[in-house]
């Protein structure tokens, strides 16, 4: 039993809901499902009842959910009156992101270093692959974590690869392709690709993308081009065309999202998230955060 494993219950238990207990605590139903039922495990008793349209909390639940809330309480309280003693470091922690990838673990990783060092100053950028690398260049962020498609192109540019993921093709929920569960990358030929827009930076982006369109075996027509992957999921469930996104912003549709995604063959592991950073950058808190906090999939 651990502290966030009492957070989720009782979030879930307030909610009545674990969408909106997901909603509030920034995290993954599928994640906040899982802690929840190793919690009930570890207590020995049903603390929820679920069914497909209500969560109901059980006698022993009720119980439960004050003892949990007391222990939260006194867990806050005692956190305080540590970090009033000794805060720890100071200072400002500038972390740049890929849009999207705020849909994953990464909330977890940074309110694990806010909750150890809250006297660091946390700031975020949120933008596609080459205003990232371009930005952290630029010294205007400490590291970022991003796609990586050629670590060749990076130069002075650090990095650790944190995890693969699937390239999925994102189409309209109505589109006949839905009926195939899995699809080539020939599938897509017949219709538009609602694209996003690339930074003029070369690290290979484009020639990653190209790549993986050549493999439709026809021209490829552009319907649109985005600013950001939200965008994209907008033109498609407007039925402009399919877009082609990693798995880490598909994993989280909810299912009235008018759009599907699908796994394309052979691109299981074709997109690879890395975190990157300078190693001129004389940053101890960028060290603090590479050494106790970046979560690297195994």
């Known amino acids: 039993m651990n502290f966030r494993q009492l957070e989720y219950f009782v979030a879930v238990a307030e909610e009545l809901s674990f969408t909106r207990a997901a909603k509030r605590l920034f995290v993954s139903q599928a994640t906040l499902s899982q802690q929840v039922?190793?919690?009930?495990?570890?207590?020995?008793?049903?603390?929820?009842?679920?069914d497909s349209r209500h969560v109901r909390l059980t006698g022993s639940g009720a119980v439960f959910l004050d003892e949990a809330r007391s222990i939260l309480t006194h867990v806050q309280d005692a956190l305080v009156r540590t970090r009033a003693a000794d805060n720890g470091p100071e200072g400002e922690l500038r972390v740049g992101y890929v849009k999207g990838y705020e849909r994953t673990d990464l909330t977890e990783m940074l309110f694990d270093f806010h909750e150890r060092y809250p006297g660091v100053r946390l700031s975020f950028l949120c933008e596609n692959v080459a205003e990232l690398y371009d930005a952290l260049r630029a010294e205007e962020v400490d590291l970022v974590i991003n796609l990586l498609y050629d670590g060749a192109n990076l130069g002075e540019i650090q990095y650790q690869v944190l995890r693969h993921y699937p390239l999925l093709a994102v189409v309209p929920a109505s589109s006949p392709l839905t009926w195939k569960g899995t699809?080539?990358?020939?599938?897509?030929?017949?219709?538009?690709?609602?694209?996003?827009?690339?930074?003029?930076?070369?690290?290979?982006?484009g020639e990653v993308i190209s790549r993986n369109l050549a493999e439709t075996g026809a021209e490829v027509r552009v319907s649109y081009v985005s600013e950001d992957v939200e965008t994209s999921i907008l033109a498609?469930?407007?039925?402009?065309?399919?877009a082609l996104l990693p798995g880490y912003f598909t994993s989280s549709f909810y299912p009235d999202s008018k759009v599907m995604a699908l796994?394309?063959?052979?691109?299981?592991?074709?997109?690879?998230?890395?975190?990157?950073?300078?190693?001129?950058?004389?940053?101890?808190?960028?060290?603090?955060?590479?050494?106790?906090?970046?979560?690297?999939?195994?």
């Open 37 to 50: 039922r190793a919690l009930e495990r570890e207590v020995g008793v049903e603390l929820l009842e679920r």
């Open 236 to 242: 498609v469930a407007s039925g402009m065309g399919y």
């Open 263 to 298: 796994p394309i063959r052979g691109k299981e592991q074709e997109m690879t998230v890395c975190c990157a950073w300078l190693a001129r950058r004389k940053n101890e808190l960028l060290d603090v955060f590479l050494d106790e906090f970046l979560r690297v999939e195994e």
């Open 183 to 205: 699809i080539s990358m020939a599938d897509l030929a017949p219709y538009p690709l609602v694209d996003i827009h690339k930074g003029s930076g070369d690290y290979g982006e």
